[in-house]
């Protein structure tokens, strides 16, 4: 009977961790009369909140566009 209680813990708490790795955020930056510019931004989370992250930096300007999006 322990060893279900310890195995059933370890097993929660192995499912409970989240995989977190290094993902690219490219950023293309257009502005009217330039060249387009990208950059890139390496975000270490889960793919969730590095794609909110990478979402949220697309952040325009007035007559800039700007579109972000993981690698």
Known sequence: MKK???SSIVLTA???????KKYNCICTI???GFPFETTTT?????K????????AL??????????CAIQ
């Open 58 to 67: 697309a952040n325009p300007a007035a007559g800039v566009s700007v579109s």
């Open 42 to 46: 390496v975000i270490d989370d889960t």
């Open 14 to 20: 192995l499912l409970m961790t989240s995989c977190k």
């Open 30 to 32: 257009a502005q009217p």
């Open 4 to 6: 279900i209680i310890l």
């Open 48 to 55: 969730s909140h590095a794609t909110t992250t990478c979402t």
